[in-house]
């Protein structure tokens, strides 16, 4: 699947990722119809996080179904 993923402050990049895999019995995958990026995304971008490495898929506001 492709992934905004963050490559380190003010760098971003639009690329393949794996597929997502049921790790635990309350996981759920959902098949997404629209995402964006949020304010905490742009934290990130920006640097503010520094806890948040390089290889982080971003966007976490969603809507779809499971
Ligand atoms: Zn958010």
Known sequence: MKALVYQGPGKKDWMEVP????QQPTDVIVKMIATTICGTDLHILKGDLPEVEVGRILGHEGVGTV
């Open 19 to 22: 597929d997502p895999v049921i």
